[in-house]
């Protein structure tokens, strides 16, 4: 006959999720009791946050930098300064943005700098030239690396002056200047933010980069 304490005390378990199985212990001893709980499911990760629609990239507005006294206007349009120059060969390429790192198509660029001795040509438009960025901003320039010449007791790092106009934008006047040249420490006008990202191509230089434009 069952004890009726023992029904209700098998009826509480089984109620509780709680399952009594008897294993015979290896050295021959009494049976010993497991208790195997029912089996929960874990909880739902919690699901990412998504970016905010507001959230939006944004570009540095590239610093101006000095004119200097050789600028002349009226540079032809053209994309390859180098005629029949001597110099290693280099190319320039990069896109004209705006602050929200938009291109700005369209945009034009006044390029101009010293030859491979370090001397401008003010008596025509040698190593001078106006070029325009295309739909997606993108623009390439074709020169030589420009030489140093003195600027007081010291000679200025090489360097590219570069004018940029869009319509409903800032213009801006600046240089571009190039990676470990002995004359960028000490040098008064250079700023670390216009310094290009330079490589070597095929027989030639190849550099780096993005204008942005404030409005």
Same mark, same amino acid.
Request: net charge neutral.
């Given at each position: $006959? ?57 570009? &540095? ?31 320039? &390429? ?22 491979? &001795? ?61 990676? &470990? ?14 310094? $290009? ?19």
């Amino acid at each position: $006959m069952t004890h009726p304490d023992l029904s209700r005390r098998n009826l509480l378990l089984a109620s509780a999720g709680l399952l009594i199985g008897c294993q015979r212990s290896s050295s021959g001893g009494p049976p010993v009791t497991r208790t195997a709980y029912a089996a929960h499911p874990s909880p739902p990760l919690p699901t990412p946050t998504p970016p905010s629609p507001h959230a939006t990239e944004t570009c &540095e507005v590239t610093a101006a930098n000095i004119e200097g006294p050789f600028y002349k206007a009226g540079a032809p349009e053209r994309a390859r300064l180098v005629q029949r120059q001597r110099g290693v060969p280099l190319v320039v &390429e990069g896109i004209v943005r705006d602050a929200d790192c938009r291109p700005i198509p369209g945009a034009w660029l006044d390029v101009w700098h010293a030859d491979h &001795e370090g001397g401008y040509d003010n008596d025509g438009f040698g190593l001078r030239g106006r070029l325009r960025a295309d739909r997606v901003g993108r623009y390439r320039l074709e020169t030589i690396v420009p030489g140093h010449y003195l600027n007081g007791p010291t000679y200025r790092p090489a360097h590219i002056h570069v004018k940029l106009f869009a319509p409903g934008f800032r213009p801006l006047t600046t240089q571009l200047y190039f990676p &470990e040249d002995p004359y960028n420490e000490g040098d008064p006008f250079i700023v670390d933010s216009l310094v $290009m990202d330079v490589g070597q191509g095929r027989g030639r230089r190849q550099a780096h980069f993005d204008f942005s434009l404030a409005r």
